[in-house]
C-alpha cells in the first residue's frame, strides 16, 4: 500500500496564528481526504483534496478556516487558519491508491493550541 | 447524511473470549463497510472491509457480517490477545460513481475501547 507522510507530526501553536499541515504519498493515489479527531474521538471528515480544483469541505468546515491544495496526485496541505484552543487536534490525512481500494491514514499531526 | 451508531463503547474481556462489535448505519446506499483499530498514538489501520454484495468475510481471528436490510454490521474478533487491545472504528461510505465504496466519504462510529486481560 502507498506510503503516507505527513508533516509537522506535532505542533504547538499560539492562538490566532496558522499552520500548514503537509502529505505526502509515495506513489500517484485516485483521492485524498483530510480528518480531523479531537482527543479522545471518532475521526471527522474535514473534506476531499480535488487534484487541480477547489476542496469539497463537509458541513461544518469551510474554506477561510480549513484552505486546501492539492497541486498533484501525489501532494497536499491542508491550513488550519486562526487558531484557538478548540482546534486542538489530530489532523490525518487519508488517501485511497486506486479503484475499488481501502483508504490507508497517514500518521496524523498533533496540534495543540495556547 | 449517513450515521454511523457503534455499541459497546468500552468492552473488556478474558484473554482467548470473544468479542464482538456492533455497527448501524442509516443510509440504505452505503456500499462499503471498513474496520479500522487504532492503538493509542498511532494511525488507524484498517483490519478489515466488506462490501454490500457480500454477506461475511472472514481473515484469520476476525470476521465481519453484514446485513443490509436491518442496515447493521459486525465485527468479531475470535480468541482474542492482549494485542488486540485498541479502539476499533466502523465506518460507511455511499461510494463514487465509477469509483467504488472505498473512496467515498467515510463516516465512522464513535468508537470501542477494546480491553483484553491477560
Known amino acids: 500500500s502507498a506510503v503516507i507522510s505527513q508533516k509537522p507530526s506535532r505542533d504547538i501553536c499560539q492562538r490566532g496564528t496558522s499552520l500548514t499541515i503537509q502529505c505526502q504519498v509515495d506513489s500517484q493515489v485516485t483521492m485524498m481526504f483530510w480528518y480531523r479527531q479531537q482527543p479522545g474521538q471518532s475521526l471527522t471528515l474535514i473534506a476531499t483534496a480535488n487534484q487541480g480544483s477547489e476542496a469539497t469541505y463537509e458541513s461544518g468546515f469551510v474554506i477561510d478556516k480549513f484552505p486546501i491544495s492539492r497541486p498533484n496526485l501525489t501532494f497536499s496541505t491542508l491550513t488550519v487558519s486562526n487558531m484557538s484552543p478548540e482546534d486542538s487536534s489530530i489532523y490525518l490525512c487519508?488517501?485511497?491508491?486506486?479503484?475499488?481500494?481501502?483508504?490507508?491514514f497517514g500518521d496524523g499531526t498533533r496540534l495543540s493550541i495556547l | 447524511g449517513e450515521n454511523v451508531e457503534q455499541h459497546p463503547s468500552t468492552l473488556s474481556v478474558q484473554e482467548g473470549d470473544s468479542a464482538v462489535i456492533k455497527c448501524t448505519y442509516s443510509d440504505s446506499a452505503s456500499n462499503y463497510f471498513p474496520w479500522y483499530k487504532q492503538e493509542l498514538g498511532k494511525r488507524p489501520q484498517l483490519i478489515i472491509d466488506i462490501r454490500s454484495n457480500v454477506g461475511e468475510k472472514k481473515d484469520q481471528r476476525i470476521a465481519v457480517t453484514l446485513n443490509k436490510t436491518a442496515k447493521h454490521f459486525s465485527l468479531h474478533i475470535t480468541e482474542t490477545q492482549p494485542e488486540d487491545s485498541a479502539v476499533y472504528f466502523c465506518?460507511?461510505?455511499?461510494?463514487?460513481?465509477?469509483?467504488?465504496?472505498?473512496?467515498?466519504?467515510?463516516?465512522f462510529g464513535k468508537g470501542t475501547k477494546l480491553s483484553v486481560k491477560p
Open positions: 487519508s488517501v485511497v491508491p486506486g479503484s475499488n481500494q481501502p483508504q490507508h
Open positions: 465506518a460507511a461510505s455511499k461510494g463514487r460513481m465509477g469509483y467504488g465504496g472505498s473512496q467515498g466519504n467515510l463516516i
